[in-house]
């Protein structure tokens, strides 16, 4: 059983602060991994997509990826309260097709 | 920009009636996948399609059918809808299945939000 875990939070940070996420996946041969947002009552919004170990860096959000380690983080800096939402962690690996593994969402409150 | 449509935003049906929740996808994808939502569960793949015809089983594929009969729309099927299927119910699909190009990239449709009586 592929299986990606966060933690379920909430994290409450305050505005203007770093956001710290992380996400850890147990099946080694995992290759793409994604962050994605959600409001309430929305759907999932894909906001990075990382392939390799390292940084990547979209505006206010970096994704870090070790692989070695077996975890993914997404930092969002000078956090704003409309940044409040679930973030899902998502992990692809070849073995299935590319079909996504999620992690059960950490909820971020970012308090003004 | 990829369009992933669901035919309900909200749905009301009772215990053992037949619910079709239909996705279309306007980009010519052939990937197409089924999940559904639940509270401190995440999301949970019911059924996925790789191709008009072709269905594989997901994670949670009991009590739940699929129907691909053209490439651009993937249907999900409760033959006798029950209580604990009351979720919200995610289409999604991605371009491709290149890993390292973004075509594997999902792109969700709505949601259609189930409520079984």
């Known amino acids: 059983q592929k299986e990606v875990e966060q933690n379920s939070g909430p994290l409450s940070v305050p505005e203007g602060a770093i956001a710290s996420l992380n996400c850890t996946y147990s099946d080694r041969g995992s290759q793409s991994f994604f962050w994605y947002r959600q409001y309430s009552g929305k759907s999932p919004e894909l906001i990075m997509s990382?392939?390799?170990?390292g940084d990547k860096e979209d505006g206010r959000f970096t994704a870090q990826l070790n692989k070695a380690s077996q975890y993914v983080s997404l930092l969002i800096r000078d956090s704003q309260p409309s940044d409040s939402a679930t973030y899902l962690c998502?992990?692809?690996?070849?073995?299935?097709?590319?079909?996504?593994?999620f992690g059960a969402g950490t909820i971020l409150r970012v308090k003004s | 920009d990829v369009k992933v449509t669901q035919s309900s935003r909200y749905l009301v049906k009772r215990t053992g009636e037949k619910v079709f929740l239909e996705c279309v996808q306007d980009m010519d994808h052939e990937n197409m996948f089924w999940y559904r939502q639940d509270p401190g569960l995440g999301l949970r793949l019911i059924y996925f399609s790789y191709d008009v015809k072709m269905k594989e089983k997901g994670d949670i594929p009991e009590g739940y059918s699929v129907s691909r009969e053209k490439k651009e729309r993937f249907s999900l099927i409760l033959e006798s809808a029950s209580t604990n299927q009351t979720s919200m119910y995610l289409c999604?699909?991605?371009?491709?299945?290149?890993?390292?190009?973004?075509?594997?990239?999902?792109?969700f449709g709505p949601g259609t939000r189930l409520t079984v009586l």
């Open positions: 998502a992990v692809a690996t070849m073995e299935y097709g590319n079909k996504l593994v």
């Open positions: 999604a699909s991605p371009p491709g299945t290149g890993e390292k190009d973004g075509t594997d990239t999902q792109y």
């Open positions: 990382i392939y390799s170990n």
